[in-house]
């Protein structure tokens, strides 16, 4: 609790621009989100995302690129904390102490870390190993009650209440324990070109995925190569991977139920079904895209949001910070 409002906290890595997927199963859902109950931060997890190698002008770029899609997508900037990681150092400090709470073999079980080193076997550095315990200090920082995340991070948020509760049976209470944020259930989309995996920004096929910034003939046309299957019969079935995507994109888009949306493709060709998703979307994001353009040619305004989002992050990142120093026993500062 923070004031009074339950805490929520998420984050979002800054490589590359987000994919329909993101939008759709993150990202939409948090514009949902009553501010009335909850006190929001969503972070653009810059820290994170040097665990693989970066070009720093580009980093920046998409970092701000980011933070400019979260207002235009619908969070006010003024109702929820959005904010650059990097921009509040409590969140290293209070990962160096829970670095210290966190054992080799807990972090040797993360199957992200796994993977990740699989892909690249490079640069398999620390951080990309600790990058678990940096992601309970985001949340634990802000005692955040829920977090909003998707499968992938299950993992990541069960070791965030490991090592909470490992250290408040050591100090007494000092952090809430988070849970998964079970609101609305975000869809989860996959890919265009291999509808058994899930969507990613980081597929090496273009037309795999949406972005959010995508041009409307782009999106149309990445539709139109979307994978489907031989039998020409639009129904909604696991066994139908491609076809199911097309109508889960298009329920999460429009509103509809998937009964509606069966009842509006009945008897239609897949070429048709597609370019009426294909609509849906561009219509979905044209508004999205607007208001983003407005927002870059904005650079006074993007900037006070920038500033003054991380000094509320720092006000209450530091709080915490404060209470585990003194727990863990750091000196006091002599002011
Ligand atoms: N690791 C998350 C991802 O890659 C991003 C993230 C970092 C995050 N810190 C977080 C998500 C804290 C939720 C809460 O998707």
């Not at 609509?279 to 208001?291: M, N, S, T």
Request: glycine fraction near 6%; proline fraction near 4%; hydrophobic fraction near 40%.
């Amino acid at each position: 609790m923070l004031d009074g409002k339950k805490s929520l906290f998420s984050g979002m890595q800054a490589t590359g621009t987000i994919t329909l997927g993101n939008y759709l199963g993150a990202l939409k859902n948090w514009v949902d989100i009553d501010k009335d109950e909850y006190m929001c931060f969503y972070s653009v997890v810059d820290m994170h995302s040097i665990t693989v190698r970066q070009n720093p002008a580009e980093l920046r770029k998409r970092a701000r690129s980011l933070l400019a899609l979260y207002i235009a997508a619908g969070l006010d900037p003024e109702e929820n904390c959005i904010y650059y990681q990097s921009h509040v150092s409590a969140h290293a400090e209070l990962m160096w102490i829970l670095n210290c709470f966190t054992y080799m073999g807990e972090m040797n079980r993360m199957t992200q870390f796994k993977d990740k080193s699989k892909k690249h076997p490079e640069n398999i550095n620390t951080g990309l190993f600790t990058y678990p315990v940096l992601m309970a200090a985001d949340i634990l920082l802000f005692q955040a009650d829920v977090v909003p995340v998707g499968i992938d991070q299950m993992q990541h948020l069960e070791i965030t209440r490991d090592i909470a509760q490992r250290m408040n049976k050591i100090y007494g209470d000092i952090f809430t324990i988070p849970e998964a944020y079970l609101g609305k259930v975000g869809t989860k989309i996959m890919s265009l070109q291999e509808p058994t995996k899930k969507m990613s920004k980081s597929d090496e096929n273009p037309n795999a995925h949406i972005l959010l910034l995508d041009e409307p003939d782009v999106i149309m046309r990445k539709f139109k190569k979307a994978v489907t299957d031989s039998d020409a019969c639009i129904a909604y079935s696991e066994d139908k991977p491609g076809i199911k995507n097309l109508l889960d994109i298009y329920c999460a888009v429009t509103g509809s139920t998937v009964d509606q949306a069966l009842a509006e493709f009945d008897s239609m060709g897949y070429g048709a079904l597609k370019k009426r998703v294909g609509e849906a979307v561009v219509e979905e994001l044209r508004p999205i895209q607007e208001r983003y353009q407005d927002l870059m040619k904005n650079k006074d305004y993007i900037n006070s949001i920038i500033k003054n989002n991380a000094e509320k992050a720092n006000y209450y990142a530091t709080k915490t910070l404060r209470k585990v120093q003194r727990k863990v026993g750091f000196p006091d500062r002599i002011r």
